[in-house]
């Protein structure tokens, strides 16, 4: 359907759920994927195993997007290797639900800076690197939850709605350099970052979903896919649900 044939595509949390269904996207369509990650060596070594003879063309990278100077390290040390990059997904997010009452500062802090934090020290090298080419296309992963709020998830959903506020600022800077930036909104997708909800919950959001199921990881990668086009040139600032008509 996409042909990404000599396109480099940097993929945060981009070895597991949908990060991971995002990349073999990608790969399939022939581009090379550098995804990043930040603990589970097991997982991104298994992942990049699942890919076969495609494996060559995906490169792990291990480091924290919430810290700066990791960020810095790996852009110089990407440029050197790489040169550029067509397309950025700011794919990296973490949970930590507590009622607000309940919630440490650790919580908050911990999911405001890798969500969105890392949203901003990715999108900050990478926008310096698609200036020089005059070409680049930027995915934000936010979420439904960004917009609904859903009980225990004020860090969360407040992490998910600055990445949307934040991409319709850079829309307006970076337009004139050809770079559009995009939010695709996932709801309830089947992957590990819901898999540790009780069942009863899940039976009562399942309800909450007009097309009464969860969404598939594949689901949402062809979303992420057309935004990455050449195509979709004339979008930007856009957001996009993928929710089975959960829809904020």
Not at 22 to 31: E, K, L, S, T, V
Not at 38 to 63: I, M, P, T, V
Request: hydrophobic letters at 40%.
């Amino acid at each position: 359907m996409y042909n990404f044939k000599d396109q480099k595509v940097i993929i945060t949390g981009g070895t597991r759920g949908i990060g991971a269904s995002i990349a073999r996207a990608f790969i399939d369509a022939g581009a090379t994927v550098i995804a990043t990650y930040s603990g589970n060596d097991e997982a991104a070594s298994s992942f990049k195993a699942s890919l076969n003879e495609h494996a060559n063309r995906l490169h792990l990278r291990k480091f924290n997007v919430a810290k700066f100077d990791d960020v810095e390290r790996f852009f110089e040390t990407y440029e050197k290797e790489f040169g550029e990059v067509q397309i950025l997904i700011n794919n990296a997010g973490i949970r930590r639900d507590q009622i607000i009452a309940a919630m440490e500062e650790l919580e908050w802090d911990q999911v405001l800076d890798t969500n969105l934090k890392g949203t901003f020290n990715m999108t900050h090298f990478a926008v310096k690197l698609m200036a020089q080419k005059r070409y680049g296309r930027i995915v934000n992963m936010s979420s439904v939850g960004g917009k609904l709020g859903l009980s225990g998830q004020a860090n969360y959903a407040a992490s998910k709605a600055g990445q949307i506020a934040m991409s319709l600022s850079v829309a307006k800077e970076v337009a004139k350099r050809n770079i559009t930036i995009n939010n695709v909104c996932p709801g309830f997708i089947e992957t590990d970052l819901i898999s540790d909800l009780p069942e009863d919950q899940v039976k009562e959001y399942k309800s909450q979903v007009p097309m009464k199921r969860f969404g598939k990881p594949e689901e949402v990668a062809h979303a992420v896919m057309f935004f990455a086009t050449r195509e979709s040139s004339y979008i930007t600032g856009a957001t996009l649900d993928i929710a089975g008509g959960l829809n904020g």
